[in-house]
């Protein structure tokens, strides 16, 4: 019964193998990443940090780090349900966060979320002759 | 009453015909008919389990032997005899047996019963055996793992756990239910888990050792190559290879057993972020979809849902099984295809964004994946250590699987069938 193969290995062999090989491919890669490619653009989700820090923004940095989407979400809610439009809008975020591949896409495709801001808002690069790099 | 009977007991298969004074332990008789009713009672010693069973070694061939002593109630001999976790439960005995004696279902029970007598301490093994239970074993951690969360930062503040995010993006997992948290809370359990589960199946290899030494085993083979050719058959699974009737599990377990250990080796990934060399400063938590890691773990989830599922479906419907199974089978079962499904809601409720939904699934994946890990001692899941430990007592005292069944062995021959 035993000498039945699969995939030129024979049959014991192949339940073990296959599985601890689908198993191991991710140290695999890890470690052709880390040791032997050297030329790897590990783009790391950090945050690109504005040239004036909370300078005038809407809420306190740590608020904004962790909540921002609950921020613009409520926001989002006032103005679209409500009607009501305060002094909180996207265009001023622009103001010391030009890039929308920097601030915001980055860290969401770290983690495979992609912002659905931007299926309505225009966001373009605000800096002039600053190519606005975008993922769709 | 254990010890009386264990002193009374005379060596098995006396020789010269001497006497022999069964002393049976009735309260055990009636644990075992309480689980899988009184049928082990109807064997009649024909030995045909014991012939058919494709995994029983030659010599002293397992299980026509524990129906007997099961029927006698001698407890400790069934307890200590390495032979009834030598069987997988194929069911090729229970199918062939002439009586319907199912001695699959004995030893099966017996192996509940041996887990339920070596766990330490003696009531969560009971408590974890029992569905009155249940609700008292699942509030356990959602209390503590409750508290926990609702303290995170006093905690952290007092032993100086929360690192500095830096220029780091903190996550949303990662702010409501932090890993250094998680780390810390399932570290603590996980020890206490390692110290109960350790102790018992240390007792249960002394005392297995003890009888196979009785009986006039002889040690053929050291411990080291007999773990490695254990973990050989159990990784290749050649055992569940000779099922006959429970030929699905061929298929189930692998599933289940691979997708586990896919879904362990992310997790170790995860919990070495901080010192894994090969994670460094791009430890990103929760992975990207398309992470080698994500991938692995979504794929070894997929594995534990497949491999469970077929073993509901025999379990329900299908004929390898002569019951469904009671509350020791099922509570393992589902507690693992719920550590894997709630672990699926939690990650498509990331996806979606739904807040706080998705803290609150992954609140409940995390209880069920206490529930699986912390209980492990007196659960089912059990059986990785103390199989394990049979298995390889069995190896090192030469006991081997058998010759496979007549018939395979005569046209292996060439002989013509009779």
Redesign the interface.
Known sequence: ??SRRILGVG???A??VI??L??L???G???YV?VLADDVD?A????E?PAEPNDGCVRETTYM??HH??LLREVRDEVVRGGVRKEISLTRCRECHPSREKFCNR?H?????EPDCFGCHYYPAAAAGQREVTSR | METTAKTSLPKPDTPGGAPLLVNPDLAFIHTLSRRIGENYKKCMQCGTCSATCALSPESAPFPRKEVIWAAWGWKDRLLEDPDVWLCYQCNDCSTRCPRSAHPGDLLAAVRQESIAHYARPRFLARWVNDPRYSALLLAVPAVLLGLAVRLRESIGGALGLVADAGDRIVYSYSSTLPHWLLNGFFFLFAILVLVAVVTGVVGFWRDMKAAELARGGVQVRALWPSLRTTLKNVLAHENFGECTTARIRYVSHPFTFFGFLALTVVTVWVITGGINPLVKGDFIYPFSFWSPWKILANLGGLAVVTGCVLTIRERLFGTAYNTAGNYYDWSFLVTLILVALTGFVTELLHYFRLEPHRHVAYFIHLVWVFALIVYMPYSKFAHILYRTCALVLAESFGRKRGVPPVETSRQQRGEEQP
């Open positions: 019964m035993s049959r014991n062999a339940v073990a599985p601890l689908i198993i491919a991710p140290l890669h890890a470690i880390e590990d790391q989700a950090f945050l940090l780090r962790f989407w609950e860290c495709q770290a983690v495979s979320l």
